[in-house]
């Protein structure tokens, strides 16, 4: 059953969480470290795991729909956030912190685990999703996702700072593993070849490691004590992200006339809990990184119910 799955996805996360918050009580890991880790994620495992995904099927365009949605329901979301962290005149950190936790999607970590238990394996699916992940969600993420949190963060001081941080994007092994990967999968690559088979089992298990640190870098950074001071926040972020966004995108599909397929993927991604790649972002940037992580793990125990609600919805 998809429920079980979504579920288990979930715990195995919150898993790993409640590990990093251990290792740091018991002194095994500094919350210090968080900045090597946030290097390892950002410069290795996300670039191995966007190449692993789209080089193996083959890209087509009229597929940018499926992105243009994401990006649409994702700026919507970012834009509501920002109206109402700035009504409620929020610090800057604070109000980045909230802006990150409504916009951005997990497609990448539970997102593909929930199109392979409802599509049993279905490539056509898998491809799809992947269109919706890595051009939908990551782009937007690692360009208008890190521009928010320097931007609302203490760590870029100038406008010109911030604009050259933000170019970094673009020859970052990120944005090269995105140009590549789309390149070779035009490509017919022979992967009964040893070196060829090799390579992508390298990725596979490279990529593979990216929940777990991302995972253990939220829990390293994690803390409860200030859970009651923002509660109103945490309600906010959920219901920007868990349900305003799923309804626009399902709007958008009914209005553009998407297969069933594709209405069936751009509601369920858009209904994944909050990235957890942005309590990396602010925790490099300066943005309030303790609340980001609070809504991430927010995000994910409510998305247990407001995900099976779509997977009813669909059906």
Not at 216 to 239: P, R
Request: net charge neutral; aromatic share 12%.
């Amino acid at each position: 059953m998809f429920e079980h799955s979504a579920v288990e996805s979930l715990l195995v996360l919150i898993s790993v969480i409640f590990l990093g918050m251990f290792l740091r009580k018991w002194k095994l890991i500094k919350e210090e470290d968080g900045g090597l880790l946030t290097k390892l994620i950002i410069n290795v495992t996300i670039p191995a795991m966007i190449f692993y995904a789209l080089s193996q099927q083959q890209f087509e365009a009229e597929k940018l729909m499926l992105a243009l949605v994401m990006i649409t329901s994702q700026v919507a979301c970012a834009l509501i956030a920002w109206a109402i962290s700035s009504f409620l005149n929020l610090s800057r950190p604070r109000r980045g912190a909230l802006i990150l936790g409504a916009t951005f999607t997990s497609s990448a970590f539970l997102g593909y685990a929930v199109v392979k238990e409802i599509f049993k394996e279905s490539s056509e699916a898998l491809a799809d999703a992947a269109v919706v992940s890595e051009l939908g969600v990551a782009t937007l993420l690692f360009t208008m996702g890190i521009f928010i949190a320097m931007h609302f963060g203490t760590h870029a001081s100038g406008k010109q700072e911030r604009y050259q941080a933000m170019l970094k994007f673009f020859y970052s092994p990120i944005f090269i593993s995105l140009v590549l990967s789309i390149a070779v999968s035009f490509i017919n690559l022979p992967h009964e070849n040893v070196f060829v088979g090799g390579l992508y089992q390298a990725l596979e298990l490279i990529s593979g490691a990216n929940t777990f640190l991302v995972a253990l870098t939220i829990g390293v950074m994690l803390h409860f004590k200030d859970l009651s001071k923002v509660w109103w926040v945490v309600a906010l972020v959920i219901v920007i992200k868990l349900i305003v966004q799923p309804v626009l995108s399902y709007s958008q599909s009914i209005f553009y006339g998407f297969p069933e397929l594709w209405h069936q993927i751009v509601v369920l991604e858009a209904a994944m809990p909050t990235a957890a790649m942005t309590a990396v972002f602010a925790k490099r940037y300066g943005c309030d990184a303790e609340l980001t992580s609070i809504l991430i793990f927010a995000t994910f125990i409510s998305s247990c119910i407001t995900m099976i609600m779509m997977v009813i919805l669909l059906n």
